[in-house]
T-cell receptor, first 112, second 112 residues
């Protein structure tokens, strides 16, 4: 079975600073990868997904971007953080053709 | 596009009482349905899934859900809850695309 790692676990950043969150997957190859965000007290918002290296689909226009430089690595970035970027960021993986997604432990981002 | 509605944002219940968490999805030709559980500051864990076959699906910790096509529902039930079941529960649907559509979540609060 797959294991999903997210780094860092928690992060406190000032407004206007850059961001890089990393997600790596073990135990599978050619997965679909996903970035979600949970704002405080709210549900999950899909930010990006990727079906392969270099292939990124954006679901919500914002100041975030994603990249997939390797098959099992998914990176979420920002050049300048906003207060509204605070939240719990979750990476997920789907082993095609299976339908279910599996989630990593998450990164708690606080923008001050 | 698929939509998922969880009618109750919070469900308080006493320990050892039965509970039902409601989930309705928008009709689709084919749909796969999931329940996830999220404990505080953790990622989502897959609780159970409906892909095809028997409309009643069960998890290893006593939860069950029934797929009802005519009512477009996938309600989650447990006959007797424990304190440890206190968590956020998310219903999700997959219409055979690359993405899951999540409901807004239901916070289950089990009281002693």
């Amino acid at each position: 079975s797959q294991t999903i790692h997210q780094w860092p676990a928690t992060l406190v950043q000032p407004v206007g600073s850059p961001l890089s969150l990393e997600c790596t997957v073990e135990g599978t190859s050619n997965p679909n990868l996903y970035w979600y965000r949970q704002a405080a007290g709210r549900g999950l918002q899909l930010l990006f997904y990727s079906v392969g290296i270099g292939q990124i689909s954006s679901e919500v226009p914002q100041n975030l971007s994603a990249s997939r430089p390797q098959d099992r690595q998914f990176i979420l970035s920002s050049k300048k953080l906003l207060l509204s970027d605070s939240g719990f960021y979750l990476c997920a993986c789907r082993r095609v053709p299976k339908r279910e997604q599996f989630f990593g432990p998450g990164t708690r981002l606080t923008v001050l | 596009a698929q939509s998922v509605t969880q009618l109750d944002s919070q469900v308080p219940v006493f320990e050892e009482a039965p509970v039902e968490l409601r989930c309705n999805y928008s009709s689709s030709v084919s749909v796969y349905l999931f329940w996830y559980v999220q404990y505080p500051n953790q990622g989502l864990q897959l609780l159970l899934k409906y892909l095809s076959g028997s409309t009643l699906v069960e998890s290893i910790n006593g939860f069950e859900a029934e797929f009802n096509k005519s009512q477009t529902s996938f309600h989650l039930r447990k006959p007797s809850v424990h304190i440890s079941d206190t968590a956020e529960y998310f219903c999700a649907a997959d219409d055979a695309g690359n993405m899951l559509t999540f409901g807004g979540g239901t916070r289950l609060m089990v009281k002693p």
